[in-house]
């Protein structure tokens, strides 16, 4: 579903590539949990993914990228929207409406879906995430794994093959991580959507992982496998 061939991205005034060489595999209808320390390349990988590396970081990548089949070299992530829906760690940054339904519908607004279909999406999402008690919330008033499942689901009414996230628990207390790991678990389990997350907390997520994409050093090659062989390294 995600491909990279020999992909190094290097940012303005940088002496070293942020990631260098990356080849790697991201199959559909997985979750694949992408991890290592701080600094290594993360955030950086996941921006190739969904076109913010290099339309609106400033780096320059070479090599190729594709979501399914689409280079996103040569597709700005508003072309890529429908295949790639992108969430980060910071929930209350995406948010550009009041309440909990209105956001919901705001991601669709630019596919020009019928009014039924996109209502018909509001409700399955609003279901799926287990948010239809809080519609009418303002989405100031509620906690930070309920925002963080809203942000999720302003993503998915879209229907993307693909959602990335970053450290997408990294604000959040045990129970509410849990809240969220267990909603992108069902996203794959049972409707197939194939998840790309970045994680330092490796502990906390790597049971719900069916591979694990280490970057073990800036520079280094990922080392990609099952979540056991990954921790055995
Ligand atoms: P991680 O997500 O693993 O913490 P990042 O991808 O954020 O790693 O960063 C990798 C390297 O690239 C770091 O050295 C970081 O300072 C640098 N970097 C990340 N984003 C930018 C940017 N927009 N401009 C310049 N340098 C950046
Ligand atoms: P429409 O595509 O017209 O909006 P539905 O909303 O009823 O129709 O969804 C069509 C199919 O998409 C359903 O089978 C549903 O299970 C599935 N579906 C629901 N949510 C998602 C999602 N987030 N990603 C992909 N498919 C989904």
Redesign the pocket.
């Known amino acids: 579903m995600i491909r990279f061939e020999n992909v190094s991205v290097t ?4 002496a070293a590539p ?2 260098s060489g990356i080849e790697l595999t991201v199959p559909e209808g997985e979750l694949s949990l992408l991890v ?10 996941l ?1 190739a993914v969904s076109g913010l590396v290099p339309h609106f ?3 320059r990548l070479s090599g190729r990228v594709t979501v399914a089949g689409r280079d996103t070299r040569t597709h700005k992530p508003r072309e890529l929207a429908d295949v790639v829906g992108t969430v980060g760690q910071d929930p209350l940054s995406h948010f550009v409406t009041d309440t909990v339904e209105d956001e919901l519908a705001y991601g669709m607004e630019s596919l020009g879906l019928a009014p039924d279909t996109m209502r018909r999406r509001v409700e399955e999402t609003l279901d799926l995430l287990g948010l239809a008690e809080l519609r009418d919330r303002p989405i100031a008033t509620l906690s930070g794994g309920q925002q963080q499942r809203v942000a999720i689901g302003s993503v998915l009414t879209v229907h993307p093959k693909v959602l990335v996230l ?1 450290e997408p628990t990294s604000a959040l207390d045990p129970g509410a991580a849990e809240e969220v790991l267990a909603v992108l678990q069902r996203l794959v389990h049972d409707l197939g959507t194939t998840v790309l997350m ?1 994680e330092h907390r490796l502990e906390r997520v790597v049971q719900y992982a069916d591979q694990v994409i280490l ?1 073990p050093s ?1 520079g280094a090659p990922p080392v990609v496998g099952a979540p056991a062989d990954v921790m055995a390294v």
């Open positions: 940012y303005a005034d940088a942020a990631v290592g320390p701080s600094g290594v390349g993360k955030s950086t990988v921006g970081t400033g780096g970053d970045a970057l800036p």
